[in-house]
């Protein structure tokens, strides 16, 4: 996959950060409210490091000018910080390439047809607004290490189904309501995010369905398989879903 412009924001996520992880330890978990205490026990082993990057590989379909069109993409993730999200979408016949990027330094969104033609480009102040968002709900998803009172993740309660969870987001506190069935496995995720391509921009229900739980190369209990959209929880839900994905791989960065 072509690395061009997004190579030193890839490598600034990876990078370790020099200071050793905790280890989760199940009993800070306790005082939670239900769906979070069951969450993170069913999601983090008992020891666990609490690495807070995670690399993710995965496919789905991702809706584009009222069409669905396979992609395949992979990304990094690290909490509070960032992520970079490389994609090819379409074929041969039709194909885009880019990259959704979010570093303390930058937000950017650029994807060319066939590696040439830019067709969809964005930057600034609403860009990272919105990828703030974005960067919460998918730290929910892919990074349940990042969830725990030791990473400093702090939860309210809702009922016995969900909760809340208040996460730093690159330059905001983002909240995510989340919702945990009785085993522990996340089955949805909510929040206001920012939708920057609104006339004007503003503040618009966002959220999804995890369909399929996965087991990271550590053993730790990731979403596989989903979907997300705008209007999540509203009547305009089925109109707003963009995308749909299956992780085939997920590996912790340290």
Do not use: C
Not at 122 to 148: F, I, K, N, Y
Request: proline content about 7%; cysteine-free; glycine content about 12%.
């Amino acid at each position: 996959m072509r690395k061009d412009w997004t190579g030193d924001a890839w490598k600034r996520l990876s990078e370790t950060p020099g200071i050793p992880a905790e280890h989760f330890d199940p009993a800070t978990s306790t005082d939670l409210p239900g769906p979070a205490s069951r969450l993170l026990r069913h999601s983090v082993p008992a020891g666990a490091a609490l690495t807070m990057a995670v690399g993710i590989e995965m496919t789905g379909e991702i809706r584009i000018g009222g069409r669905w069109r396979r992609f395949r993409a992979e990304q990094v993730l690290r909490a509070g910080m960032g992520f970079v999200w490389r994609a090819v979408v379409g074929g041969p016949v039709l194909r885009f390439t880019g990259a959704d990027i979010l570093t303390p330094d930058e937000a950017r969104m650029d994807f060319r047809l066939h590696g040439l033609v830019p067709v969809a480009r964005s930057a600034g102040a609403d860009t990272a607004r919105s990828a703030a968002g974005r960067l919460a709900a998918e730290t929910v998803a892919w990074l349940p290490q990042a969830l725990t009172p030791q990473a400093g993740a702090r939860w309210s309660a809702i009922d016995d189904d969900r909760a809340r969870v208040a996460l730093r987001a690159s330059s905001e506190t983002v909240t995510v309501e989340v919702g945990v069935d009785p085993s522990g496995q996340l089955r949805s995720l909510e929040l206001e995010r920012w939708n920057a391509a609104a006339e004007p921009p503003a503040f618009e229900p966002f959220g999804g369905e995890v369909t399929a739980g996965l087991l990271t190369t550590d053993g730790v209990r990731v979403a596989g398989a989903g979907r997300v959209g705008w209007g999540w929880g509203t009547a305009q839900a089925a109109e707003g879903e963009f995308f749909r994905y299956t992780i085939t791989a997920a590996r912790p960065v340290p």
